[in-house]
């Protein structure tokens, strides 16, 4: 794998507060996209998976750090710690700052309050102590304040753009570093100081953010809240001077967001320049070869369109779609008022009365300008009425989806079944769905099973921009522009189940996803495409040079995912067969078009892509559900990273294994014990994806427990 590290984790895990985490992803996702995935961690993950290799930056929220304690006091510290000393960064904010520390005192001698201890990890030298302003107490804003604070810009002179003189920070219950000036031969550098004067004893200066190298690392740790954006603090009814402190901040959320990214970059990362708000949700799109299918789905959804106030709707189990369709009875109306009152509910107080026709998706409003960036805060999602517009007489146009070209996309579609003798009625991405911005291609299929009954198998989901994707686990982040992500409908009869596992569905998307490249037109074969078990996809990186050795594992980036969700009803799987390909961005690790450029190809195209992939793919399924999977292991072996290489079983005691495959019934993952001189010794493993964790590009395998 390419060395790049492009995972930003936020510890999500007992001690942290669900505010904190998601006031810490809202704003490292718009710093740092599109160059790092912000995501969640939990604490077992921290224990268990091998995060290390691929992070770039950890990251301890607000919370109570006695939590942080019970679960990762000894091995989960230990790794952290490692990380850091090799090179890594670490950022704690509040709670996550004095957890950090070698000591920490709050409250000392306070009934009920008091947390005074050592702590393991010990990044900062000497103690964190608190409350650095009175009047903390728990699950509350009454000790809130908009604290100010002096930034030491020469500090971070070095580090590029924009450093305020002072600004004010959200501060609710953290502490100050004492003595931080003390610690100077230590490598501490205070980066900001309390300008007020303080409830406790903090030596010599008043540290409200300090940073220091550590081993190959660094870490910032932080007393205040600088994560926390004025835009999404909506909760302060037990504070009369709340509206004051949010209104405060608001002033200076540009200083804010400056010092931010400057401590990003004094941690070694790269911080967006740009604005990376997160785009209001766009009209869906509903299309098909032929708009007599689109006629007959329309009709199938006699059961479950329901009217309300004057329009109608089919409501998700997840999500509501306002109804729109090119003719009839559905046309779009803009005096609905259905769609502005659900948005409001979705949205923080403080926005309600400024953002609702930004997100109506109206024809007559900022919405429709597919992609619009809107400086909502937090917004819930699953609360807001997704428009869903059905054509049901023409294509959409250039006009209604300029990012996306669906006469391109048809046409294609049709070019490569003819290609593959494909029947045109055979199914897949005939029916197709998509919106520029959407919540997650993956959520609007599977959490909404009375609309995905209604739609026929094949039926392919897709978006310029999501701002919740989905990956394993409970990974959710925004993908910006540059990928082609989408998510088809299967039924799999469970009657196959002995000669063609369900299991075997994820490779047979990693198969389409090479085939569909490498089909996609003349000398694209020569792409050096790679799958990494069990659902991952890789690129020779040309980053690399021409000094790329393409039979080692460590030249390859990935460039892609798989996700399927599957449920099971009335003798079939149901499968949300969901994929994500980065075609244009170099960042955060390379792309599709580097590969082609590298190669003196013609760029590939979005739509044309999606309907290579998908055809490979149904071409693949057919054949798998005629003879299983073992005819096409010769393929899959092809295109995989993996033949031949010698990995370490962590939790066998360090075992030496070489992977000889998969295994014919369940797809498991065979590694065969190696003895002396690396000679096989006849014991083998199998192993499931779903109960392992992997790192193949540092030779490691381990069984989680």
């Known amino acids: 794998m390419a060395d790049k590290r492009v995972n930003v984790l936020v510890y999500s895990g007992n001690g942290s507060t669900v505010e904190s985490v998601r006031h810490c992803l809202w704003s490292l996702r718009r710093l740092l996209g599109p160059n790092y995935a912000v995501i969640p961690i939990t604490g077992e993950s921290v224990l268990k998976e091998p995060w290390t290799a691929s992070c770039a930056l950890f990251v301890m929220p607000g919370g109570a750090d006695v939590g942080y304690c019970r679960t990762l006091n000894g091995e989960g510290n230990r790794k952290i710690s490692a990380y850091v000393n090799k090179g ?134 932080t007393g205040p809240h600088p994560e926390f ?45 740009d604005d990376q708000g997160v785009p209001s949700l766009s009209r869906l799109h509903l299309s098909a070869t032929e708009a007599s299918d689109i006629s007959e789905i329309v009709s199938s959804w006699t059961e479950v369109v329901e009217e309300v106030d004057g329009e109608h709707v089919i409501k998700g189990e997840n999500d509501t779609f306002r109804l729109e369709k090119q003719s009839g009875p559905w046309k779009s109306d803009s005096s609905s008022t259905l769609s502005l009152q659900k948005i409001a509910d979705a949205l923080p ?54 990012y996306f070209n669906h006469h391109a996309y048809f046409s294609n579609l049709a070019h490569y079944k003819s290609r593959h003798h494909h029947n045109t009625s055979e199914s897949f991405g005939n029916t197709l769905l998509y919106g520029e911005v959407v919540t997650s291609t993956n959520t609007l299929l599977e959490k909404n099973p009375t609309l995905l009954a209604k739609l026929p198998i094949g039926t392919t989901a897709t978006a310029t921009t999501q701002v919740a994707g989905r990956g394993r686990g409970n990974n959710v982040w925004v993908s910006p522009p540059g990928s082609l992500m989408f998510s088809t409908i299967l039924h799999h009869p469970i009657s196959l189940s002995s000669t063609a596992p369900v299991v075997f569905i994820q490779y047979l998307c990693a198969l389409a996803i090479v085939s569909g490249i490498q089909s996609y037109d003349r000398n694209y074969t020569k792409l050096p495409i790679k799958l990494k078990w069990p659902n991952d996809i890789y690129a020779l990186d040309p980053s690399k040079g021409p000094h790329a050795n393409p039979s080692d594992p460590a030249s390859y980036a990935k460039i892609g995912g798989i996700l399927i969700n ?54 693949l399924y057919l054949r798998f559900c005629h003879g299983g999977f073992s005819p096409l292991l010769d393929q899959y072996y092809g295109n995989w ?14 075992v030496r294994a070489r992977i000889a495959g998969i295994t014919g019934d369940w797809g498991l993952l065979v590694a065969e014990e190696l003895g002396w001189e690396d000679r096989p010794t006849g014991r083998k493993w199998e192993l499931q994806s779903d109960s392992n964790s992997f790192d193949f590009f540092k030779g490691l395998l381990k069984k989680k427990t």
Do not use: W
């Open 349 to 402: 107080a403080v926005v309600k009365d400024a953002l609702p026709t930004a997100l109506t998706g109206s024809t007559s409003n900022t919405a429709e300008k597919e992609g619009t960036k809107q400086d909502t805060g937090i917004v819930d999602y699953d609360k807001v009425i997704k428009n869903l517009l059905i054509h049901d007489t023409s294509l959409p146009d250039t006009k209604q989806t300029p």
């Open 229 to 273: 954006a004025a835009v999404n603090l909506t909760k302060g009814a037990d504070n009369p001077a709340y509206p004051r402190i949010v209104e405060a901040l608001a002033a200076d959320d540009k200083q804010r967001s400056d010092f931010m990214k400057a401590c990003l970059a004094k941690l070694g990362l790269k911080p967006s320049q």
């Open 88 to 221: 890594g960064a670490y950022l704690g904010l509040c709670a996550g700052g004095y957890y950090a520390c070698k000591r920490c005192e709050f409250e000392a001698g306070k009934k009920g309050m008091e947390v005074c201890g050592d702590r393991e990890l010990g990044f900062y030298p000497g103690i964190c102590r608190g409350l650095a302003f009175p009047g903390f107490v728990y699950h509350s804003e009454a000790g809130a304040r908009a604290a100010e604070l002096s930034v030491n810009k020469e500090a971070l002179s070095t580090v590029g753009g924009a450093v305020p003189e002072t600004f004010r920070s959200y501060y609710n219950g953290g502490g100050v570093f004492v003595d931080a000036e003390k610690y100077k031969d230590q490598g501490v550098q205070v980066l900001a100081s309390y300008t007020e004067r303080l409830h406790v004893n903090s030596g010599e200066g008043t540290a409200a953010v300090v940073y220091r190298k550590v081993g190959e690392g660094s870490v910032v740790l």
């Open 566 to 619: 599957s449920s099971y009803s009335g003798g079939d799987y149901t499968l949300i067969c969901g994929i994500g390909i980065n075609v244009t961005n170099t960042a955060p690790t390379t792309s599709l078009n580097a590969l082609c450029h590298a190669a003196n190809l013609a760029p590939i195209q979005l739509e044309k892509l999606l309907a290579s992939i998908l055809v490979n793919f149904e071409s």
């Open 641 to 654: 990273l993996h033949s031949g290489q010698i990995v370490t079983l962590e939790q066998e005691g360090g």
